[in-house]
């Protein structure tokens, strides 16, 4: 297939992430279009055979499909608000926000007569094009009509639905989810290196941890979607007494024990309530709670 059975493509946002959206569409054939206020920024895509557009209009009129990525969403309607010719053309937002300016943003293009899909990376730039995980909601045909050009972008491409505002609460969660395991192995390393132990020979032992946790979560989220939180690997209270070890252990060390403490807090609340012989995941209902 050649250049020209290839769907343009109009990137808007030159930073580290949208110059690797653009290289990517340009690895896979697509003609591409970028646009960025500091133009400087597209010299290396134009070597690269992207095309400068002079203006956010002209990038817009160049390609049915248009995506964005840039700090926020209001940077997004700066770069996008005076900007003409929507009519007709699929906007991806790949900008981080929330589920609300999810939907605002989806009214603004709907206005302008312009279907929206809003998008949501899971990846970093150096794994776009690659096995990268980018996830979309929106109008499903909008999605279908143009799921073989996002899949440039990762093999990870996948449709959560309709609501505009799913990608978010998904981008939410997934940062919940690597800040939580971040700091545990952060707090982990300074729990051994007060031990004298180097972080480089934890990395081993914490990764196949990992891998047996995340060997879990199925079944967890069977849990918290029944309701129901029978024992998979230990009882709550089982838990809660290697909890209080490792408040004790980093106290002894000199070490922040705020992370455990806390995890610690939430597991005596629901001992409380009658949870001790429950399986952990019954703490959703303690993270649901205001």
């Known amino acids: 297939m050649n250049n020209h059975d290839k769907t343009p493509v109009t990137v808007i946002g030159l930073g580290l992430m949208g110059q690797a959206l653009a290289s990517a569409f340009l690895r896979a054939g697509h003609p591409t279009t970028v646009w960025n206020r500091t133009a400087s920024k597209a010299e290396r895509l134009v070597a690269d055979g992207a095309k400068a557009a002079a203006t956010a209009t002209d990038a817009i009129a160049?390609?049915?499909?248009?995506?964005?990525?840039?700090?926020?969403?209001?940077?997004?309607?700066?770069?996008?608000?005076p900007a003409d010719g929507w009519d007709g053309r699929v906007l991806v937002n790949l900008t981080s926000g929330t589920a609300d300016q999810a939907r605002a943003m989806a009214a603004w293009a709907d206005e302008r007569g312009a279907t929206y899909l809003d998008g949501a990376i899971?990846?970093?730039?150096?794994?776009?094009?690659?096995?990268?995980?980018?996830?979309?909601?929106?109008?499903?045909?909008?999605?279908d009509a143009h799921e073989g050009t996002l899949s440039s972008l990762g093999s990870g491409t996948r449709h959560l639905g309709d609501d505009h505002a799913v990608t978010a609460f998904h981008e939410m969660a997934v940062l919940s989810l690597m800040w939580n395991m971040l700091n545990?192995?952060?707090?982990?390393?300074?729990?051994?290196?007060?031990?004298?132990?180097?972080?480089?020979?934890?990395?081993?032992?914490?990764?196949?941890?990992?891998?047996?946790?995340?060997?879990?979560?199925?079944?967890?989220?069977?849990?918290?979607?029944?309701?129901?939180?029978?024992?998979?690997?230990s009882t709550l209270d089982g838990h809660l007494a290697a909890m209080r070890h490792l408040v004790e252990a980093s106290e002894s060390l000199g070490v922040s024990a705020e992370l455990p403490a806390l995890v610690k807090d939430l597991a005596e609340r629901a001992v409380g309530a009658g949870h001790g012989e429950g399986g952990y995941a019954v703490l959703v209902e303690q993270f649901a709670k205001p």
């Open 122 to 143: 899971m990846a970093a730039p150096d794994v776009i094009g690659g096995d990268a995980l980018i996830v979309y909601s929106g109008p499903r045909d909008a999605y």
């Open 184 to 233: 545990g192995f952060l707090h982990g390393a300074a729990l051994l290196k007060a031990a004298g132990v180097d972080a480089a020979s934890y990395v081993p032992i914490a990764a196949q941890g990992i891998g047996t946790v995340s060997a879990w979560l199925p079944g967890y989220a069977r849990s918290v979607d029944d309701g129901e939180y029978p024992v998979l690997d």
């Open 62 to 81: 160049a390609s049915p499909l248009v995506v964005v990525c840039v700090t926020d969403y209001t940077a997004a309607r700066d770069l996008l608000d």
